[in-house]
């Protein structure tokens, strides 16, 4: 039996009307250095308007590729906007990216048109030549004419193109499934893999943004947006803010502490979201410069585990609650946020706090323990995180239609490659990647907690833990550890101080003492190097068994 | 281009799985006068599996209706979510209808079950003989055998039928547009007109009613539902409530003020929802007899126009925040909530506040003027209402896939029948319904306008407007007063008493008066009646003209 609704599509051209109509008063501010720039939501309707009419002059039809390479600003919240609500897909290049991947995605996604900054025209200049399918390049805030255009490319200033343009557009209304979006994931190995997002995805991940599970956003918020645009989509914030009607505010290249502090303390936003490492950043700024923050109802972190010190430091100190929270951009990302359960007690709320947090009920999520099958969510058991729903990825973007990493898609759920363990009331703890976790006799040991285990010797600088084979239990695991200077630990010494703070089965045998650990670009350990290393006989290994 | 999302449906079944296992500890509590009945969501999920596996027994499947003829309370919850998520539909039966009005919509949805609670027995057993498609009838909370089968009619106990059957289920996940729930309109003339709700305007729905917008439901949110479930979908409420895992609070058949406060006093609930009249009693039973009831953040009403007097003695008296809201059978119910705009002063704010609400996103407006033009929405013009959106019903349903009532349908936009004003910033103010608003000269007047202003008068009981031919303005305004006892006044004492109160256009020439007006079974204004008599030439009429 049909049902009698009407057949009215989730699309980002309806949110955009609205948000240009009826919530016309709120608007975005960018931070110039001193002040900022403000645009209302009428404004930003029509210079989308400008922008989509000009877009639709260099024959940017349904469903091509438009991108940008900016930072968070009222222009590139213009660009978000116009390039789905005409059909077209909205790219937002991640400025961070290493040149090749860079290039890279930009070829793959075969981007025709770039908005960017000027600010940011020495990075990019470089890689204009490379970029084979782009046609024309429109500069925001700042001299066109210092970018230099290959043979085949048009550079266009953005105040001078939208200012010849109509500021109305008859913006379709087209099939919710269609592409509104992408995102590429920037994987430490292989090439960066892309994610398409729908009309219908942005738009339910949109709603939950404001929902209280989520963020709780209404139009009385000012919302700090840090997390980079290019990045998940600044987390939802951008539509969900248009959906509410809440001011947004933008800090453009302004990401130190200190400017930070200083929008802050001018603007006074209500909600803000950023990785942990921007906050332990503003914590330390903090502490010089005392100043009250107490205008943020609420923070969202993730990206990272936050250190739960660096909650309570906010929550203590500084009256601010920071909402941890799970994502990737398979995901959109909004997985999971950590808001306590009813009717529990502070000193309770903050063993959920620290949680990845509870899923909500559009976001499906179930453990795959290593012999295949579904793990309980009791709360102990680990297995791989496994998820599905209407803003997660069901593949990757490929432009010819053959597979691109299908292994991380199993019978219509994504494999995140997270393993963790789920309470009964569904709040998510994670406690290492797949590829790093040991599997011991048919358990699973997290590498992270034993490494935080280990670093927490006052003699231990740093150490890694990996996976290595071992004939009784396929796994056990290595201990790499760095000591600090000066001191002197040996590996039995390092086992006994292990041996009331882990279960003794996962007491590692083998040690190896090393004079640093590898890392990625990024900074974080690579154990890839570490495990070849050992494969090839260089590491020196200490093996108590 | 495709987006890579994932071809997740929106269902009530994903709904019902969420709510019992990450929220399983999430609970409804039914009033029983003296105490509550408490089921987790845990405990509701094992319910609806044993009534779902009861329903297939009887032969139930996609697409079946199955009724309930029920008060608010734990049995009506399970079934609420059992049906739907079988792939069967939900048909809530208001128990007040009008008997052949009763009869014509379960004939006419063809109910092949009814879930009934025992104290609706005298009641239901009335109707069962005619109800022609009806096979078994479940009986909750009481003795089935109070109740007379007729031939081809099987009775069952509620608990005895779900005591037999497995409590795990195997809730499919089908067609987001396929039908979850049904719900017919009580209109005042001609036959009640079916709305059918899907799974995924239900999902949208519940995700808009716990929006920050509407209602702001979290985890920690104890709703008590007065608004009847057979009232449309007791305006979103219980699938809200899964969705957030917050409580609910169900009054069962204690509707009185009394039983009410008693329960309030008991349960502290956070948030309620019921129309104006029950919260007219409840005001005067505080005043009686004072209580706390500030445990209360918001109390959501509708149905009918708030009379702002009483909104300002729930916040001045009670320190309660009535949320006004507007909403249809047709319109899931959620259309707009009245939460007033960022940076207003308290008194701006209340001007917000008692207006018909803020459209969300996802209910696209407009006004229609008479000449059939689109309206400004500059806050002053006044046209009809019309929606649309994704959980707006776009037909009425008909089994034989007849048209019923086409004229409430006009490309694409449903006619609401309300005329009313938009302000620039999407607030809706109501005037009138389209059928008695009065058409003078290319303007239109508000009956209720006119006769509220009349009605101001002392020596006035009651008063009347309805739009009588006129040969040069089309329409004009009579209006048909009811003196106090006793009072004595004239039309053109009248006519000058409302000169500074109505534009001068407005003032009305004809006047009669009349010894009561008549009224609907409900207790409106009958103006079908007066027009009649006015027809007929048996109205008095003065006229100043």
């Known amino acids: 039996m049909l049902s009698t609704m009407q057949d009215e599509p989730l699309s980002l051209a309806t949110l955009l009307r609205y948000a240009s109509t009826f919530q016309s008063e709120a608007k975005v501010a960018t931070w110039t250095g001193a002040g900022t720039r403000v645009l209302t939501y009428g404004e930003l309707g029509r210079q989308a308007a400008q922008l989509a009419n000009a877009l639709r002059g260099f024959g940017i039809g349904e469903g091509d590729r438009v991108a940008t390479f900016m930072w968070n600003n009222n222009e590139h919240l213009v660009a978000y906007n116009a390039v789905p609500a005409m059909g077209a897909v909205l790219h937002a290049l991640n400025i961070r990216l290493f040149p090749e991947q860079l290039i890279f995605v930009a070829n793959h996604a075969e981007d025709k048109v770039v908005v960017v900054d000027a600010t940011l025209i020495p990075l990019f200049g470089k890689y204009l030549p490379s970029l084979k399918t782009v046609q024309h390049v429109i500069v925001a805030n700042g001299d066109a004419s210092a970018l230099e255009a290959p043979a085949g490319v048009t550079v266009h200033s953005y105040d001078e193109l939208l200012a010849s343009q109509s500021d109305s557009f008859d913006f379709p209304v087209i099939d919710e499934k269609s592409a509104a979006a992408m995102c590429y994931t920037s994987g430490t190995t292989g090439d960066p893999k892309g994610v398409v997002y729908s009309h219908r995805s942005?738009?339910?991940?949109?709603?939950?943004?404001?929902?209280?599970?989520?963020?709780?956003?209404?139009?009385?918020?000012?919302?700090?947006?840090?997390?980079?645009?290019?990045?998940?989509?600044?987390?939802?914030?951008?539509?969900?803010?248009?959906?509410?009607?809440?001011?947004?505010?933008?800090?453009?290249?302004?990401?130190q502490p200190d400017p930070l502090l200083q929008m802050m303390a001018t603007e006074k936003p209500t909600f803000a979201g950023a990785v942990p490492t921007i906050w332990t950043g503003v914590l330390a700024a903090l502490e010089a410069k005392p100043q009250d923050i107490t205008h943020l109802r609420d923070v969202i972190v993730g990206g990272s585990a936050v250190p739960p010190s660096m909650m309570k430091a906010f929550q203590e100190k500084h009256g601010v609650r920071i909402l941890h929270a799970w994502g990737m951009t398979e995901t959109s990302p909004l997985g999971s946020v950590a808001h306590p359960p009813a009717h529990v007690t502070d000193e309770q709320a903050w063993e959920y706090r620290i949680t990845q947090g509870r899923f909500p009920a559009s976001v499906q999520a179930r453990l795959i323990a290593d012999d295949g099958s579904v793990a309980p969510n009791d709360g102990e058991t680990l297995g791989e995180l496994e998820v599905r729903g209407p803003w997660i990825t069901g593949s990757y973007y490929s432009p010819d239609?053959?597979?691109?990493?299908?292994?991380?898609?199993?019978?219509?759920?994504?494999?995140?490659?997270?393993?963790?363990k789920i309470s009964p009331n569904g709040f998510l703890t994670l406690v290492d990647r797949s590829k790093d976790v040991i599997k011991s006799g048919g358990e699973w040991i997290s590498s992270v907690d034993l490494e935080n285990a280990v670093m927490a010797h006052p003699a231990i600088a740093e150490a890694a833990v990996f996976g290595v084979p071992d004939e009784k239990w396929d796994e056990r695991p290595l201990v790499a550890a760095v000591l600090r200077e000066g001191a002197d630990v040996d590996a039995e010494a390092l086992r006994e101080f292990l041996a009331d703070k882990v279960a003794k089965w996962q007491l590692p045998e083998r040690w190896s003492f090393i004079g640093e650990v590898p890392k990625t670009s990024v900074g974080k350990f690579d154990k890839k190097v570490l495990r070849a290393k050992y494969a090839e006989g260089e590491l020196d290994v200490i093996n108590l068994g």
């Open 202 to 255: 942005c738009w339910l991940h949109a709603m939950q943004v404001c929902s209280p599970m989520a963020m709780g956003l209404n139009s009385q918020d000012n919302i700090l947006a840090i997390v980079p645009m290019f990045h998940a989509n600044a987390w939802g914030l951008p539509y969900a803010a248009l959906m509410a009607g809440a001011d947004l505010l933008m800090p453009d290249r302004f990401l």
């Open 401 to 420: 239609g053959s597979d691109i990493d299908p292994g991380k898609f199993h019978d219509g759920w994504l494999k995140t490659g997270d393993v963790g």
